[in-house]
């Protein structure tokens, strides 16, 4: 069965902290996996996909099949990066969400 | 590029009382739309899958009969919330296929049942 967790609900940083938000998956498959951010009063926007292999507003993902997670990284975390992170697997067509982390960055 | 629309934003209705949701894809047309339910403070639950010109595919615990899915053209979905009652107020959110891998979402729309 599909499986997203995302074992921090709530994580605070300081503002020029590493940040590391934690994706654990499991899939019968090959699995494809996202991140999905939504800032405040806005919609859900995809961050970035596994596949992409990108660094978007300087966060990055790696795809650990060993592990089994897709961690959300980023060296020097900023006051706008507060927002909610979703942790998505998928394909094509269809997507499944972990329950968020809500990150708050400390001025 | 890659806009989609929900209309209302918000309602409030009636227990008893059915709702209309849109769904729109304003600059792409969309085979596939995905209707979302979030409760507060909880993540998004896959409520249903609709694909332009036939039925619905609904998820585990969806009552299909309560929750229409109709998806009449590349660029509207609609959801219905037939007989409305307060534990249906939620806040429902849709998406769009663009390609593969590439889903967008609505704004949301808050729905609360009085």
């Known amino acids: 069965a599909q499986r997203v967790t995302q074992p921090e609900k709530l994580l605070s940083v300081f503002k020029g902290a590493p940040v590391e938000l934690k994706c654990n998956y499991s899939?019968?498959?090959?699995?494809?996996l996202f991140w999905y951010v939504q800032y405040s009063r806005q919609r859900l926007q995809l961050l970035l996909r596994?596949?992409s292999r990108e660094s978007i507003k300087g966060f990055t993902a790696d795809l650990n099949k060993g592990e089994t997670s897709f961690h959300l990284k980023k060296p020097f975390a900023q006051e706008e990066d507060s927002a909610m992170y979703y942790c998505a697997l998928g394909g094509a067509n269809n997507l499944f969400f972990g329950t968020g982390t809500r990150l708050t960055v400390i001025p | 590029g890659a806009v989609v629309s929900q209309h209302p934003s918000r309602v409030i209705c009636k227990s008893g009382t059915s709702v209309k949701i849109e769904c729109r894809s304003l600059?792409?047309?969309?085979?596939?739309m995905f209707w979302y339910r979030q409760f507060p403070k909880q993540s998004l639950m896959l409520m249903a899958t609709?694909?332009?010109?036939?039925?619905?595919?609904?998820e585990q615990g969806v009552e299909k009969d309560k929750f229409l899915i109709n998806h009449a053209s590349l660029t509207l979905s609609t959801l219905t919330v037939t007989s409305a009652h307060p534990e249906d107020s939620s806040f429902y959110i849709c998406s769009a296929n663009r390609g593969p891998y590439e889903q967008y979402f609505g704004p949301g729309t808050r729905l609360t049942v009085t």
């Open positions: 600059d792409f047309q969309a085979t596939t």
């Open positions: 899939y019968s498959g090959s699995p494809e």
């Open positions: 596994h596949i």
């Open positions: 609709s694909n332009e010109g036939s039925k619905a595919t609904y």
